[in-house]
């Protein structure tokens, strides 16, 4: 069997392009422009990267970027301000603060700070509690974007045996409430679980988000099953000084038994950027008493 590849790329493209469709219909006829405040510390050459990847998506799909560079030695109070003040901007429908933060600033005190109708990453404590409830929230995007590329290959995710490698708070753990939301059966797993791959090998949907460079061997994956593989894993290239980037999963040996696996890179990580647009598209809705478009899930 030769796995389908889940082309992450393809499927982001085809949602930005919703989202910006959305977002002019918005602008035509409502006069409301969704603006997003990504907000970075310090010089983290690869938060850099990723911010400016996020205000380029930004300024694509019709919004408007409110980008904030904050110096390394910022203190708490200082970022707390800068929260705060966003925060009160009708401007701003979306906050997000690049993360890691620096050591003197507790990042989950900057987390809650965030005005909850604003927080388009999904953490603060009352979207994570409404999310785990049941209730309507803004949901991690790295998570939403692995109910997308799932559900181009399942019509309904509805009574598949899904396992979820890893219970970060930022993926496993919503993963697992948006997969119940979806009335899959599903089991998280993680380093003190036993017998792991006898575990993995149930999935029909497996998704790997442990951070740990090709773990999941062929031998772990149910012939035939969906596979999600959210690693970013950095290793030594063929060449001296030379690096590669891979997943957590051993992606021929997988792709050899799957049905259907997502690349790396090139599947989960288009998603999270092409998610974000659509949750500030929502969060602006619902700020001022809109109907949310109808965008995928």
Known sequence: MTARIIDGKTIAAGLRG????????????????PGLAVVLVGQNPASEVYVRNKS?????????????????????????????????????NGILVQLPL?????????????????DVDGFHPLNVGRLASGVAALVPCTPLGCIFLAKTVHASLAG?????????????????QLLLAENATVTIVHSKTRDLETVCRRAD?????????????????????TVIDVGINRVAGQHAGK????????????????GAITPVPGGVGPMT??????????????????PAPQIGK
């Open 56 to 92: 380029k998506a930004v300024t694509e799909a019709g919004m408007y970027p409110f980008d904030q560079h904050l110096p390394e030695d910022v203190s708490e109070a200082g970022l707390l301000d800068l929260i705060a003040r966003l925060n009160a901007d009708e401007n701003v």
């Open 160 to 176: 598949l045996e899904a396992v979820v490698i890893g219970r970060s708070n930022i993926v496993g753990k919503p993963l697992v």
């Open 205 to 225: 949907l497996l998704v790997a988000a442990m951070g740990r460079p090709e773990m999941v061997r062929g031998g772990w994956i149910k012939p035939g099953a």
């Open 18 to 33: 919703n989202v910006t469709d959305a977002v002019h219909r918005l602008r035509r006829d409502r006069g409301l422009v």
């Open 102 to 118: 620096p050591p003197q600033i507790d990042s989950q005190k900057v987390i809650s700070a965030i005005d909850p109708a604003k």
């Open 243 to 258: 690096s590669r980037i891979v997943g957590d999963v051993a992606f021929s040996e997988a792709a050899a038994i799957a």
């Open 273 to 290: 950027i092409a998610c974000l647009l659509l949750n500030t598209l929502r969060a602006a809705c619902a700020q001022k008493g809109l």
